[in-house]
């Protein structure tokens, strides 16, 4: 297992176009997360995933904007009707609730670049 | 909110040593870590303190004392490779599902 991975690494899109990102987390790992990061700023925290449950939101996430993890595995991170505040990079990580070493250490993948024009 | 407060910017010279400062809200305390981050590239796991001391992992140390709600991230022989930014993060109150809450980074530059 090479670690977690996300697709696509750089998307551009015009304002008002729905957007989706796949990441695949390390494989026995349970928790997935989501997190927002602008330039300057440290990763915000955006949804979390305990096997394919959804246990919490962060207020920082409206309406338009959708995750899922329907089997435990991968997950996706949708962004509807994109606005020009929603240029980020999309962090995905995951972790293996329980483990000792590190106590929860987060492992993350590479990102997603969103471009909203 | 967790309250994680961390200097923007910092710079150094190469071979020297630096020290980067972490202050957090101490209520519900449940252990601090410290990523480092390249530019455009994911964070990755440097240290992990939940009981008062220094914890060194070769050139790298992390402190942490918990009656303050103060950490801090020490390296020593500086390379240029090490300008990078270098977050604190902590889990929120009580350790609520394992997420971390991190700090804005310190925005480490090495010189020659």
């Known amino acids: 297992d090479t670690g977690v991975s996300q697709d696509p690494r750089h998307k551009i899109t015009k304002r008002g176009q729905n957007v989706t990102f796949r990441c695949d987390p390390i494989s026995e790992h349970n928790r997935l997360y989501w997190y927002r990061q602008t330039l300057g700023q440290g990763p915000e925290f955006l949804t979390y995933?305990?096997?394919?449950?959804?246990?919490?939101k962060s207020r920082l996430l409206s309406d338009r904007f959708s995750a899922e993890r329907p089997k435990g595995s991968f997950s996706t991170l949708e962004i509807q009707r994109t606005e020009q505040g929603d240029s980020a990079m999309y962090l995905c990580?995951?972790?293996?609730?329980?483990?000792?070493?590190?106590?929860?250490?987060?492992?993350f993948g590479e990102g997603s670049r969103l471009t909203v024009l | 909110g967790q309250n994680i407060d961390q200097p923007t910017e910092m710079t150094a010279t190469e071979g020297a040593i630096v020290q980067i400062n972490c202050t957090y809200q101490?209520?519900?305390?449940?252990?601090l870590f410290w990523y480092q981050q390249h530019a455009g590239e994911a964070p990755t796991f440097l240290s992990y303190?939940?009981?008062?001391g220094l914890e060194e992992k070769g050139r790298f140390s992390s402190f942490l004392s918990r009656s303050k709600g103060y950490s801090y991230l020490l390296l020593k022989e500086l390379q240029m490779k090490d300008s990078a930014s270098y977050l604190c993060a902590s889990p929120p109150p009580y350790n609520q599902g394992g997420k971390l809450i991190f700090g804005q980074g310190t925005e480490l530059s090495v010189k020659p």
């Open positions: 303190n939940v009981l008062d």
């Open positions: 990580a995951s972790s293996l609730q329980g483990r000792a070493v590190g106590s929860g250490e987060l492992f």
């Open positions: 101490t209520s519900g305390f449940n252990g």
């Open positions: 995933f305990q096997n394919e449950a959804q246990l919490e």
